[in-house]
C-alpha cells in the first residue's frame, strides 16, 4: 500500500505565495507522473500540474506562469509553488501519483487526503 501525504496548505491574502509539499510512503518501485489537482466548492476537480519523472511539466491556462511544480525522484516527493495567488485559486489540493509497486504489478494511481488553500481578496 502507498501512501500520499500533503502539507503546507493555508489562508493568505491576494498576491502572497505558497509551496504545497507532497510525500509518497510505502510500497514503491518508483513513482511515474505526479500531479497536483483542486476542487473549489461546488465545482469539478480540475488538473492543475503534471510532472513527469523527467521533470517535463505541464499546466491549466489558469496557473501558467504562476505556479510551478517540482520534484525529488529519490524521496518520492512532489512540490507546488504557487506565486501571485488569487481569489479564484482557493480551493482544496490534491497529489496523485503514479506508482510501480514491484517489478510485476502494473500502474496503480494514488490520490493524498487534500489540503485547503484560501486566498482572500
Known amino acids: 500500500q502507498v501512501q500520499l501525504v500533503e502539507s503546507g496548505g493555508g489562508l493568505v491574502q491576494a498576491g502572497e505565495s505558497l509551496t504545497l509539499s507532497c510525500a509518497a510512503s510505502g510500497r514503491i518501485l518508483w513513482v511515474n507522473d505526479m500531479a497536483w489537482y483542486r476542487q473549489a466548492p461546488g465545482k469539478q476537480r480540475e488538473l492543475v500540474a503534471t510532472?513527469?519523472?523527467?521533470?517535463?511539466?505541464n499546466y491549466a491556462d489558469s496557473v501558467k506562469g504562476r505556479f510551478t511544480i517540482s520534484r525529488n525522484n529519490a524521496k518520492n516527493t512532489v512540490n507546488l509553488q504557487m506565486n501571485s495567488l488569487k481569489p479564484e485559486d482557493t480551493a482544496v489540493y490534491y497529489c496523485?501519483?503514479?506508482?510501480?509497486?514491484?517489478?510485476?504489478?502494473?500502474?496503480?494511481?494514488?490520490w493524498g487526503q487534500g489540503t485547503q488553500v484560501t486566498v482572500s481578496s
Open positions: 510532472i513527469t519523472r523527467g521533470s517535463s511539466t
Open positions: 496523485n501519483a503514479d506508482v510501480r509497486e514491484s517489478v510485476t504489478s502494473g500502474h496503480q494511481f494514488y
